[in-house]
């Protein structure tokens, strides 16, 4: 039947990836996302999961690998400066496709910033943070019931497709209390790791299309090589490159991604765009002043709408250029300085008026601010 329960998003998020399935978690303290770990280490070890208290954030993103390749469900929480840390080993974990969930509770940058204040200013560094080319799956909820089954999905994702997941939202969803409809267990779709049958030639790559092979346990009798370095379909490093190395490898790792998007990777909101004349782009918290504003713009007799990406990347480039056809002009809402607002240049086209509405001194952007860069973008005359 499930139940209505108060809690707060990083609540929300722990809870959530215990439902999942997640038994071990290992993080380092700090705000805004310090009430996951707090909360897990209460609850991880009643459900007979481990949690560890790491000396650093590099050691916690490592003891998360660690614990996916021994064949856990793994987690760890942390924010921007954290994050940041953690870049080096995610690599290592995107190139030898190990399934975990990351989550990156924002607040104001950059290095240490303003610990207690908002912002949204990761949202490039989760898709270029570490170097070299591979697939990213970031998922940015709005509110505390969103974050709640968005956890869920982001390790579905992940013991799905063997990919890092990143989950990506700010110090208001985290702390904010929302009445949230909770599910009962068995009405939760839960995507259990996959597992080799045969010991006999296993390969942990596959490179021949784009489906995924099962991880095997380690411990199990497996033969498992990983390294940093660009492999085979075995795991060990490939000296010719133009055959079995890079380039196919790479391949690969976009396309299982690329290949299975419209199945259930993409996720996003269009709120009445249907006859917008100005459509606002919003995300996370924002994407809830947005909504606002679009309502109050209607009730002016402003054609407005809002268009809000919930798997940020790989952003919906496709649905935002159909459903951004028939607008004159776009407003953009973020707390930064125009990090959404480079990804949505891509797919306007020149005469369709831009206007930015950005806030980036931790506070939160209100639906009047937007409201105001609604009408003065209903103002533009299209050419």
């Known amino acids: 039947m499930g139940s209505y329960q108060i ?54 993103i490592g003891a998360v690998i660690g614990a996916s390749i021994a064949g856990m469900k793994a987690m760890t929480a942390t924010s921007g400066p954290g994050f940041s840390l953690m870049q080096e080993n995610l690599g290592w974990a995107y190139i030898n496709e190990i399934p975990c969930v990351i989550v990156d509770v924002m607040r104001k940058g950059p290095s240490g910033g303003s610990a207690t204040l908002p912002a949204q200013g990761d949202i490039m560094q989760t898709k270029w943070g570490t170097h070299g080319d591979h697939p990213r799956l970031v998922i940015m909820p709005n509110s505390v019931e969103e974050v709640y089954y968005e956890t869920i999905r982001a390790f579905n994702l992940a013991e799905k497709y063997r990919q890092p997941v990143i989950l990506l939202y700010d110090a208001i969803v985290a702390h904010m209390s929302e009445k949230i409809w909770v599910k009962d267990a068995d009405e939760l779709e839960i995507v259990e790791r996959a597992k080799p049958v045969s010991k006999e030639d296993y390969r ?8 995924v092979v099962p991880l095997a346990r380690v411990g199990e009798g497996f033969n498992i090589h990983m390294s940093g370095l660009t492999h085979d379909e075995t795991g060990f490093p490939y000296s010719n490159q133009n055959v079995r190395g890079l380039s196919i490898s790479l391949a690969h790792l976009m396309g299982k991604i690329d ?8 996720k996003y909101e269009a709120f ?3 006859d917008a004349d100005v459509i606002v782009v919003a995300a996370g918290i924002v994407s809830r002043s ?3 504003a679009v309502i109050q713009a209607r009730e002016q007799g402003i054609r407005a709408g809002l ?26 809402a973020e707390m930064n300085i125009g990090q959404l607002n ?18 980036y001194d931790g506070n939160p952007i209100s639906y009047q601010d937007i409201l105001r860069s609604i009408q003065e973008a209903d103002k533009y005359e299209q050419h």
């Open 204 to 211: 942990p790559f596959n490179y021949s299309d784009n489906s």
């Open 290 to 292: 947005a909504r606002a």
């Open 7 to 60: 809690m707060n998003g990083n609540e929300a998020c722990a809870r959530a990836a215990i439902a999942s399935g997640m038994r071990f978690f290992a993080g380092y303290p700090i705000t805004p996302a310090t009430e996951i770990a707090e909360l897990s280490s209460i609850l991880l070890p009643q459900a007979g999961g481990v949690y560890m208290q790491m000396e650093d954030e590099l050691a916690s």
């Open 272 to 274: 009445r765009c249907e």
């Open 342 to 359: 480079q990804v949505v240049t891509e797919d306007i086209d020149r005469s369709q008026k831009l206007v930015m509405k950005n806030l």
């Open 259 to 266: 290949g299975n998007y419209d199945r259930d990777i993409r």
């Open 307 to 332: 268009f809000r990406p919930i798997t940020m990347w790989p952003f919906p480039h496709e649905d935002f250029s159909k459903i951004n056809f028939v607008s004159k002009a776009i407003v953009t």
